[in-house]
T-cell receptor
Framework: NAGVTQTPKFRILKIGQSMTLQCTQDMNHNYMYWYRQDPGMGLKLIYYSVGAGITDKGEVPNGYNVSRSTTEDFPLRLELAAPSQTSVYFC????????????FGDGTRLSIL | QKEVEQNSGPLSVPEGAIASLNCTYSDRGSQSFFWYRQYSGKSPELIMFIYSNGDKEDGRFTAQLNKASQYVSLLIRDSQPSDSATYLCAVKAGSYQLTFGKGTKLSVIP
């Protein structure tokens, strides 16, 4: 059972570098989400998608970009990495209506130095 | 702004006792309520969800919802050390987005 797969699991970036966090799901879910979780905090929604070609901003989108060219993949792009983007990033997906629970990947721990 | 409030804890209970976790939310239009468990360094995993007022039971877990009071709770009966984790309350209201609380850290003492 692959479910939601995120790569990489860990990454250290220098300030100003860019990178893409990968997320793939094999459950044929239409809805996909990117969250960040800072220590002692809940999850903050960065971007979400309701289907291929459709994305929208969440609560904290600044500094990030997304695309959704296929149902399976929902990559998150950091363009000019800043220390404030040091966090744990979780990708999630859900099926059917928005009432369906979200299933999470294992996360990417990102440090910006 | 939609808010979900949880006591950050830590909540300490002895093994075998009932753990009671509470959550309040600000948006009266909220429709769906979810409890996730998150072990340290791991991703959130769904424990229970509830849509209607009243109680919903699943094994040792009971979710309780009171929309009039804008209150949702999770009871864990016969608490085990393996239940020690952070419990996240999440609320959905009329959109695709979940709003998460900051979580309550539960510690079950053997």
């Amino acid at each position: 059972n692959a479910g939601v797969t995120q790569t990489p699991k860990f990454r250290i970036l220098k300030i100003g570098q860019s990178m893409t966090l990968q997320c793939t799901q094999d459950m044929n879910h239409n809805y996909m989400y990117w969250y960040r979780q800072d220590p002692g905090m809940g999850l903050k929604l960065i971007y979400y998608s309701v289907g291929a070609g459709i994305t929208d901003k969440g609560e904290v989108p600044n500094g990030y970009n997304v695309s959704r060219s296929t149902t399976e993949d929902f990559p998150l792009r950091l363009e000019l990495a800043a220390p404030s983007q040091t966090s744990v990033y979780f990708c999630a997906s859900s099926a059917g209506t928005a009432d369906q629970p979200q299933h999470f990947g294992d996360g990417t721990r990102l440090s910006i130095l | 702004q939609k808010e979900v409030e949880q006591n950050s804890g830590p909540l300490s209970v002895p093994e075998g006792a009932i753990a009671s976790l509470n959550c309040t939310y600000s948006d009266r239009g909220s429709q769906s309520f979810f409890w996730y468990r998150q072990y340290s360094g791991k991703s959130p995993e769904l424990i229970m969800f509830i849509y209607s007022n009243g109680d919903k039971e699943d094994g040792r877990f009971t979710a309780q919802l009171n929309k009039a009071s804008q209150y949702v709770s999770l009871l864990i009966r016969d608490s085990q050390p393996s239940d020690s984790a952070t419990y996240l309350c999440a609320v959905k209201a009329g959109s695709y987005q979940l709003t998460f609380g900051k979580g309550t850290k539960l510690s079950v003492i053997p």
